[in-house]
C-alpha cells in the first residue's frame, strides 16, 4: 500500500496517512503510528529516503517528507509481481496490488494475471474433490456442515475465476488501461430456484 504511494513520487507522512485513511475499509486498520514505524524501518533499511523541510507539523515546525530510493522501487515491484501472480484466502493483499496494475506493462499484466488463474484452478480441483468425497459419505449434521462450508469456498474461488475473466477482458481491450472495469450487475440473493445452482447438499 505505502509503497505504491510513494511510487507516485516523494509525499511527507502526514500526507501518506490521509491518503490512507481516505481509501476507507481497505486500509482502516492501517494506524498513524503503525505507518511512521514502518517509514523510519524503511529508512533503516534503504528502502526509502528522508529528508525535512519546513512545515506546521513536527518538531520545530518541520515535517519529514520520504520518497522511495531505487532499493524500494525494486520492492514494490518484487512485491506487485507476486501479489497479482498468485493466491491466498487473504484478499486485501490482492486488492492492493490490483490497484497498481497500471504501474505493469499490459502483457506482464495479462500474464501475471494467468498465473493467479492457475492457481486457483488448481486449489479449486482439490477442493471440489474434497466436496465429492464428503457428498459420498453418509448423510448427518457434521457431513452437512462441512460440505456447506465447502462449496461456500468453491464459491468464492468460482467468484475469483469470474473476475478475472473481466479482467483480463478488459485489460486486453485498447482502453483497457485508461478506463474503469464496467461494473457487473449484482444477481439477485431472493427467488433463486434451488435446482439451477451447481451444486446442492444431499
Known sequence: MVLGLLRSGPQHGYELHRVLAAHGNLYADFKKPTLYHLLHRWAEQGVVRVHAEPGTRGRRGERLVF??????????????????????????????????????????????????????????????????????SPA???????????????????????????????????????????????IAARGTDPSETRRTSP
Do not use: M, Y
Open 67 to 136: 520518497a522511495l530510493t531505487p532499493q524500494g522501487n525494486a520492492l514494490f515491484d518484487e512485491q506487485l509481481r507476486t501479489a497479482l501472480s498468485s493466491w491466498d484466502r487473504d484478499g486485501t493483499t490482492f486488492e492492493v496490488a490490483a490497484a497498481h496494475l497500471p504501474w505493469l506493462p499490459p502483457r506482464e499484466a495479462r500474464t501475471l494475471l494467468g498465473r493467479r488463474r492457475r492457481a486457483i484452478e488448481a486449489l479449486h480441483g482439490e477442493i471440489l474433490g474434497e466436496l465429492d468425497h464428503l457428498t459420498a
Open 140 to 186: 448427518g449434521k457434521v457431513q452437512a456442515a462441512r460440505s456447506l462450508a465447502t462449496d461456500h469456498l468453491l464459491g468464492l474461488l468460482e467468484a475469483e475465476l469470474a473476475w478475472l475473466d473481466r479482467a483480463e477482458c478488459h485489460l486486453a481491450s485498447p482502453a483497457g488501461r485508461t478506463s474503469s472495469l464496467p461494473r457487473r450487475r449484482a
